[in-house]
């Protein structure tokens, strides 16, 4: 993740720049960073794990929303302001839904690794996801075929599950859910 600029700015300073460009922007604590492009390998990823998650959510009270949609996080202990874009967020409370964007805390989100993002997703997001609350965060890594579930347990992150290229790994979250990495992983 690099920075847009080098210069802090507010949050509406922010949503007025996201605004006015078609660049993957986010926001951490009033510095603005610039996602890198998805590899076709990573929008295959994100679609099969999104038709999945459409399919299993279907009749229940959650939904799954892809990127690019921004989540800013908000919860009443943490200060600063934070305006993230997962690759997949699962929304079970719906009254933070606004026309342009998700405010509160999904509880579930995805992040599937690029070449480019892998510190940023493996800790900056990891904290800041275990930190405001984020019950289960998933860490897709295409490079290894592999993901790596962390669940919150007392406001900590402990890893649930972890599965590199075969086998199925299932949500501790969405209860029933599960993924066969061979069929996540393979190439069309």
């Known amino acids: 993740m690099a920075l847009y600029q080098k210069d802090q700015v507010t949050l509406d300073e922010y949503l007025q ?3 006015s460009t078609e660049e993957l ?3 951490i604590d009033g510095f603005i960073y610039m996602s890198p492009s998805p590899s076709t390998r990573h929008q295959r990823i994100s679609r099969k794990l999104l038709v999945q998650l459409d399919r ?3 009749g229940k009270p959650c939904e799954v929303f892809s990127a690019p949609f921004d989540i800013e996080l908000k919860n009443d202990r943490i200060e600063g302001k934070k305006v993230v874009i997962p690759d ?3 929304i079970c409370d719906k009254n933070g839904l606004t026309d342009s964007r998700y405010i509160g805390v999904p509880n579930l989100i995805v ?3 690029s070449p480019s993002n892998q510190s940023h997703d493996l800790i900056t997001k990891l904290n800041i996801y275990m930190n405001y609350g984020v019950k ?4 897709v890594n295409p490079m290894l075929k592999s993901v790596t579930i962390y669940q919150l347990n ?3 992150y402990e ?9 199925q790994i299932r949500s501790g979250f969405l209860d029933g859910f599960s993924v066969e990495l061979k069929e996540l992983f393979s190439e069309m």
């Not at 890893?159 to 086998?167: F, M, N, S, W």
């Open 17 to 19: 720049i996201r605004e």
């Open 25 to 27: 922007l986010e926001y």
């Open 56 to 58: 299993f959510l279907e």
């Open 88 to 90: 997949l967020s699962i």
């Open 111 to 113: 992040e599937i690794l």
């Open 136 to 139: 289960e965060y998933w860490i």
């Open 154 to 156: 007392d406001d900590m």
């Open 159 to 167: 890893q649930y599950a972890i599965k590199t290229e075969e086998g």
